[in-house]
């Protein structure tokens, strides 16, 4: 929501808790673009059910909720037709996964976050250039606090 706000898109956030709806509306609210004008973000606390009332003139769809949602909110959006972005990893199973795909075709792109992360570049980079030698296996650990999700894994 921030990130979308900082680069002037108009955001309409749509989560069923009004608690959460009136955080985000705080965050956009904390966003100042150019010389100091604010985005306007409409949040709105609706269910999943009631949501496609909220989204229907919206351009495009960012979804960030919790894997194991996915796959309801994305069945629930489908016909407004836009582009749409979804979290990693897409679903929980793969039966899942494949109706998303089949429902949504070149409109939908699964974020690969750590994809652009400096760090998994620079990795990238000392692998392609081979002033290490040839790479035969990459291993890595996650030294943070744990992950609060148990319904996905990583390696997904």
Request: aromatic share 4%; hydrophobic share 50%.
């Given at each position: 929501?921030?990130?979308?706000?900082?680069?002037?898109?108009?955001?309409?956030?749509?989560?069923?808790?009004?608690?959460?709806?009136?955080?985000?509306?705080?965050?956009?609210?904390?966003?100042?673009?150019?010389?100091?004008?604010?985005?306007?973000?409409?949040?709105v606390a609706v269910g999943a059910v009631?949501a496609t009332g909220a989204l229907a003139?919206?351009?495009?769809?960012?979804?960030?909720?919790?894997?194991?949602?996915?796959?309801?909110?994305?069945?629930?959006?489908?016909?407004?037709?836009?582009?749409?972005?979804c979290e990693q990893p897409l679903t929980?199973?793969?039966?899942?996964?494949?109706?998303?795909?089949?429902?949504?075709?070149?409109?939908?792109?699964?974020?690969?976050?750590?994809?652009?992360?400096?760090?998994?570049?620079?990795?990238?980079?000392?692998?392609?250039?081979?002033?290490?030698?040839?790479?035969?296996?990459?291993?890595?650990?996650?030294?943070?606090?744990?992950?609060?999700?148990?319904?996905?894994?990583?390696?997904?």
């Amino acid at each position: 929501m921030r990130d979308l706000a900082g680069l002037g898109v108009t955001v309409v956030a749509v989560d069923g808790d009004p608690a959460a709806v009136a955080d985000l509306g705080a965050a956009v609210a904390d966003v100042g673009v150019g010389g100091g004008d604010r985005v306007i973000g409409r949040c709105v606390a609706v269910g999943a059910v009631e949501a496609t009332g909220a989204l229907a003139d919206v351009d495009g769809i960012v979804l960030a909720t919790p894997a194991a949602t996915h796959l309801a909110v994305l069945d629930v959006v489908a016909d407004l037709g836009v582009p749409t972005a979804c979290e990693q990893p897409l679903t929980v199973a793969v039966a899942a996964a494949e109706h998303v795909a089949a429902t949504y075709g070149e409109r939908l792109t699964v974020l690969h976050t750590w994809r652009y992360h400096p760090g998994v570049q620079e990795v990238a980079a000392i692998a392609a250039s081979g002033r290490l030698g040839d790479v035969h296996v990459a291993r890595s650990s996650r030294v943070n606090w744990t992950s609060p999700r148990t319904d996905v894994d990583p390696v997904w």
